[in-house]
């Protein structure tokens, strides 16, 4: 892609409650623009970091089994009215009424949406235990939408919802989600760390929240360091490999400050693995055995034939918010850095261009062409400006590599850099096997 | 996957309302399931074929560098009370009040938002020409939803948009949709018509209606076959060739039921070049000039420093819609048969299973493990059931190519079937290359 022909419409003048960092730079490199009150368009740049983490979270739902569907945005009333929800949820549900008058609401979230679907077509064990997901637009009408995506009304989600027979099977499939998310946010290029949480209108009574690191975040976080050391790769996708998992989390102290006592910390966790940072919520699941399935009557015959309320989980990770979360924790000394796995591009050639003069250009031309017939997805900056700005610019849009077309760049070796790291003059073969790496 | 694990809930007694036949197939191979009055839940194999249409719509809007990006759901009603249109639009649009009792909408395409988008962030002709697209839900509260995802209220949609700086510019932006709208259609498998077309809601001056061939379809065509002999891979992507392109199909006559004169038929058309067959709109590509730009005082500064109004087109594809259409078009003799491209599955393995001998289902399985790591993407039919029950069932599913590991089945050669025609004995190095293929 050209640079000049990239529509990142930039916002110029920062509206004042743009007050968080993520919110500042999405606006700055114009990756979303407000539609209405926590309403976002959510423009090339933007849309192609937010797909990146969408096909990330996917393929981790798809490597434990679940399959993929994918609800509607508006439901009916009357299954909330069943589940007894319609009432609970208050102001945050938007209603709706269509012309035939019917009550209609844009969903916050499917616990009764799937429990409708499961109920209707499976009558036997035989089919669990199975997990499903969809990724889909939600809406809560927050009073005051602020912080940009962070905390918007319109969002995207990920949301998967289990069925088992019982609560040992049950717990089983929240333990393969809780693998799931590590890796997950691993792959996003993100510390994580699970922690116990309450349950709140979701119900049940086994809940983490996985939350990430970041400076800036919302929550403050009292852990043990080692917890970093759980080696999430090592574990296999087995009933008892995955508990261990879990187990070996659950051995190290971790609470956001709501749960936060000075006295625990200091008992639990020496002092100097004492970590105190900030953090913020990306991912929540949940067991709530047959809080929904008794309420709606989705039962199974079990194998003795007897009418079994389906145990249940749900288990979320906010995709729109993920990306403002990465920039709060990537995006440092006014520099950004996308990790390799979410950039918008793989690398952006930067050549500096002067009036009189084509040939860096020139050259930067044929390096593009020569990358993008091996397949990567390249940018290239041909816009005439001064090489510093060119810098500054691309500080913001955080594209990790770059190829600089400069006074050093000779005919085969060009100026290749890691953003944070020392530049390196490399041949075109050498970058493209970094790049490809 | 394994059939016995792919949730495919097969709805037996079909609702009186399922009255053609891709609602009907829908239902009963478990694509969709209704969640309420028009609206759907797209359940795991329904989902599949919808995002493999989604994926080839997109490739092909990439492939004339139309930019993708994607709009909320919910607009505010405001911008839709400057183009004119939101009285216009009638109950057909789903209007919302939010908990501020500000008047929103779901909504049902994206002139508006997008005119808004532009106007507020490019001010220079140099951005263009420009085209943007997004693939996104849309609500159109339809009086009487029917016809299952055809004519349903929650719908799955492509819209683009071009911006150009002169009607010639923009005529040349129009030309380059309808050669992609061509391409998308033909890579789905399907015989396409584009028609010349009223604008009707949309404004304008230009505008063309795709429609394919259906036996079933919601309107008869009358043609000229010879239109089908137009070489559409032949033209380049050039201003010149794709005018020619558009020229060369508008000298057929094509035209729907509501325009057809039997003497303009007559004379415009050969007795033995005329066909009269059924089909179903799919896609309607509009230019309209500076009818939104105008109402929204969306401008450009062009080379001699004029503010000028940007000449605009949309460019619509019913992606939902297309899941039904194609069964529309493929499903003959009560028997589906999926193009390639946007099959569910690649190949289905289907062993006669026998309580007392395991040998099939054992040979099923070492074939499913070795495509698999072929990286095609197999089914398994491991459910055990009579054969016939299960040729029966695979009528339905319609994977184009299925192995049959019955009685005919050697060690090493196995019963290769193409839907409609005869099967073949073959070795499995020859399948995969055919299924490569």
């Known amino acids: 892609m050209l640079l000049s022909k990239l529509f990142i419409p930039i916002t110029k003048d920062l509206p004042a409650e743009a007050k968080i960092k993520s919110h500042q730079l999405m606006l700055r490199t114009g990756m979303i623009r ?7 368009s959510w423009l090339p740049l933007g849309f192609k970091v937010m797909k990146k983490i969408e096909q990330i979270v996917r393929e981790e739902q798809n490597n434990i089994g679940a399959q993929e569907m994918l609800m509607p945005t508006i439901q ?4 909330w009215k069943e589940s007894g929800r319609y009432d609970d949820y208050g102001e945050e549900m938007l209603r709706i009424s269509d012309r035939q008058k019917r009550e209609m609401l844009y969903g916050p979230t499917n616990e009764e949406q799937i429990t409708e679907i499961f109920r209707s077509s499976v009558k036997s ?3 669990l235990p199975q997990i499903f997901y969809h990724i889909q637009w939600k809406f809560r009408d927050e009073l005051r939408p602020r912080f940009g995506v962070m905390r918007c009304r319109e969002f995207y989600m990920k949301d998967a919802y289990s069925f088992d027979l019982n609560e040992n099977d049950a717990v089983s499939s929240y333990n393969k989600m809780f693998c799931a998310y590590l890796k997950t946010f691993q792959r996003l290029g993100l510390k994580s760390i699970p922690m116990k949480a309450d349950t709140g209108p979701i119900g ?7 939350v990430i690191l970041a400076d800036t975040g919302e929550s403050k976080i009292f852990a043990d360091k080692r917890i970093f050391d759980v080696p999430i790769d090592k574990y296999k996708n087995n009933e008892a ?8 989390f659950s051995k190290f102290y ?4 709501d749960k936060f006592k000075s006295e ?10 004492q970590i105190q940072t900030k953090g913020i919520e990306v991912g929540h699941i949940f067991y709530f055995g047959d809080k929904y399935s008794k309420a709606m009557n989705c039962s199974v015959d079990s194998k003795d034939g007897k009418k079994t309320f389906v145990k249940m989980g749900s288990y979320g990770i906010g995709v729109s918010r993920l990306v403002a979360a990465i920039i709060e924790a990537k995006y440092l000394n006014e520099k950004m850095k996308w990790p390799k796995s979410v950039s918008p591009f793989d690398v952006v050639i930067i050549p500096a261009i002067n009036k009189n003069d084509n040939s860096n250009l020139e050259k930067a031309n044929s390096i593009y062409e020569e990358l993008k017939i091996k397949g990567i997805d390249v940018l290239l900056d041909d816009v005439e400006e001064n090489i510093s700005n060119k810098f500054k ?3 913001l849009l955080g594209i990790p590599y770059q190829i600089i077309i400069g006074s050093k760049a000779t005919k085969d070796q060009f100026e290749f850099k890691e953003i944070d790291k020392d530049s390196q003059m490399l041949d075109l073969n050498k970058i493209i096997k970094l790049l490809k790496n």
Not at 76 to 79: E, F, L, M
Not at 241 to 248: A, G
């Open 34 to 40: 407000q539609s209405s009150a926590g309403i976002y």
């Open 76 to 79: 009916s009333a009357d299954i």
């Open 125 to 127: 064990y035989k089919l």
């Open 204 to 210: 049940g009574d086994l809940s983490h929240e996985f």
């Open 241 to 248: 490999s995955l508990k261990k998992m879990r187990d070996d």
């Open 254 to 257: 971790a609470v956001t400050d």
């Open 264 to 273: 625990d910390f200091d008992k639990n966790v020496k002092k100097g693995d």
């Open 393 to 395: 610019k691309h500080d």
